[in-house]
């Protein structure tokens, strides 16, 4: 069956980095984007970019263009999500996402548990 | 950036009666050269991720029971839960992946009256 397993919880500084890795399983990892999606408290799922594993193109919100990186290893099945410059405001559980589809736009048809970060100095 | 509105905030809905939640984009989600709406429906309970229930506006993802149904087109969606059963106690999100970014609902928080 198909699964995303994310990295656990982390507690950065302000000003810090933070990578949160997601591996995936029961899939062809290479035929499908993942995407990273957030919900900060109080606030709505917030999409913040893919990675298209057929070709590894990204694709980034403006809002996160400047310090949002997305990688991933394809031996170990397993993308990255890292995000820098955090403020407090940056405090959230993050997710992964599958494409359901081949194509980019497509819905998010497997999720992994949520990874939450929080930001305090 | 597509907006996405959902109503109501909330219900409570008697056990074995019909849930309806809908759902407005800002702009039409429906792409024209193959006439799917790019409209999913989410339900998210405590302490766990979202999960799918229905895309392109009325497709049922697999295993999904058949009491949850979508329709609508263009801007105006509807999430419709024929029967409510107990564990339907969930928020409930519509996103748009229509275009870029990809945008969700604030959520529709369903509980049992």
């Known amino acids: 069956q198909v699964q995303l397993v994310q990295s656990g919880a982390e507690v950065k500084k302000p000003g810090a980095s933070v990578k949160v890795s997601c591996k995936a399983s029961g899939y062809t990892f290479t035929s499908y984007t993942i995407h990273w999606v957030r919900q900060a408290p109080g606030q709505r799922l917030e999409w913040m970019g893919w990675?298209?594993?057929?070709?590894?193109?990204?694709k980034y919100a403006q809002k996160f263009q400047d310090r949002l990186t997305i990688t991933r290893d394809t031996s170990a099945s397993t993308a990255y999500m890292e995000l820098s410059s955090l403020g407090s405001e940056d405090t959230a559980v993050y997710y992964c996402a599958k494409g359901g589809g081949y194509s980019t736009y497509e819905r998010f048809d497997y999720w992994g548990q949520g990874t939450l970060v929080t930001v305090s100095s | 950036d597509i907006v996405m509105t959902q109503s109501p905030d909330s219900l409570a809905v008697s056990l074995g009666e019909r849930a309806t939640i809908n759902c407005k984009s800002s702009?039409?989600?429906?792409?024209?050269?193959?006439?799917?709406?790019?409209l999913a429906w989410y339900q998210r309970k405590a302490g766990q991720p979202p999960k799918l229930l229905i895309y392109?506006?009325?497709t049922r993802e697999s295993g999904v029971p058949e009491r949850f149904s979508g329709s609508g087109s263009g801007t105006d969606f509807t999430l419709t839960i024929s029967s409510l059963q107990a564990e339907d106690v969930a928020v409930y999100y519509c996103q748009q992946y229509y275009s870029i970014p990809f945008t969700f609902g604030p959520g529709t928080k369903v509980d049992i009256k």
């Open positions: 392109r506006a009325s």
């Open positions: 702009q039409s989600v429906l792409y024209s050269s193959n006439n799917n709406n790019y």
């Open positions: 990675i298209d594993l057929t070709n590894d193109n990204t």
